[in-house]
């Protein structure tokens, strides 16, 4: 039976939980990652950044005026480890895959150090009989990385600070993602351009309306109720509802929601990435794909 060891991709890079938000993000812009592992001083997994976390960290920042520049006093926006050891089997890799937020799983090894990454495109090359033209691709990736990064090195250049700033504010407003902020009294802080477009509002029309503005009736209760439970200290959770257009039409939408807190770690609000249904990995996922997978079940 094939291991999590024949899917992964090798020696990913990682970030260290000592890291600085600016050191996460120029890993980000420079190596064109969608998302990395998260380690601890001893090498350890302890989760996983991503694009939208990022986006989410700036949300936090802005609001926050930056006051906190380690990717350890956000820890709490890092998504959750996901993981499978290198002998773990095949079935047991697309269970927890298909089930990932981000479909990005990490492999360890009996020390939880990470090993490899696997993602929906590693199953398909390995499937299709492309892996020994995967794993040469990638070790070329590899020597080009490690030749940039000892240029850098040599020539003493970094990312310029508002550069990177300015690229993920960008992000932000131009993401794919409908992002909301509210208050822990439900008071809209913030939202971006795709929330606004999507719900037919012109730009910064929705910020300080309450969160049930954003939302069906039928869905008020439902609302608050998370809205609670984040501020109590869960989550991060995910919940399916239906916002309201500004023409009182009904979208379906997947939302994703953590809470942010202040210097002192006191909670101050939600941040929230949402996606129509139909968005989703599971439902725009390819019949073929979907056919290719059922060889494992």
């Known amino acids: 039976m094939r291991q999590a060891r024949n899917f992964m991709t090798l020696n990913p890079h990682a970030f ?6 600016d050191q996460v993000a120029e890993g980000f812009v420079r190596k064109q990652l969608t998302s990395a592992p998260v380690v601890d001083q001893y090498g350890k997994y302890i989760g996983m950044i991503s694009e939208v976390g990022l986006i989410k960290i700036f949300a936090v920042d802005k ?16 998504d959750p ?3 499978v050891y ?3 089997g095949a079935d047991k890799v697309l269970k927890l895959l298909l089930n990932s937020k981000l479909h990005r799983i990490a492999v360890v090894d009996n020390s939880d150090r990470i090993q490899g990454i696997i993602s929906p495109k590693d199953i398909l090359r390995s499937l299709q009989g492309e892996k020994n033209q995967a794993l040469s691709q990638s070790q070329n990736q590899f020597a080009k990385t490690t030749s940039s990064s000892n240029d850098l090195k040599g020539s003493g250049k970094s990312v310029d600070d508002d550069s990177v700033t300015n690229f993920y504010q960008q992000i932000y407003e131009n993401a794919p993602y409908m992002i909301h902020s509210v208050s822990a009294d439900g008071t809209i802080l913030a939202c971006n351009r795709k929330m606004h477009d999507e719900l037919g509002y012109l730009p910064g029309m929705l ?3 309450k969160i049930e503005d954003l939302y069906c009736e039928e869905f008020h209760e439902d609302v608050r109720d998370s809205l609670k439970v984040l501020i109590r200290g869960g989550g991060p959770i995910t919940v399916f509802s239906e916002m309201i257009t500004a023409t009182k039409t009904a979208i379906a939408v997947e939302v994703q929601s953590s809470v942010f807190n202040d210097a002192h770690q006191n909670v101050m609000g939600t941040i929230s990435i949402s996606r129509p249904l139909q968005e989703s990995f599971t439902e725009t996922m390819s019949k073929d794909m979907k056919d290719i997978l059922q060889e494992f079940e």
């Open 86 to 88: 290198l002998s773990d």
């Open 16 to 21: 260290n939980i000592e890291d600085t938000i």
């Open 81 to 83: 480890p996901e993981f």
């Open 207 to 209: 910020l300080g309306k």
């Open 63 to 78: 609001m926050l005026f930056g006051n906190e520049n380690s990717l350890k006093s956000k820890q709490q926006l890092l």
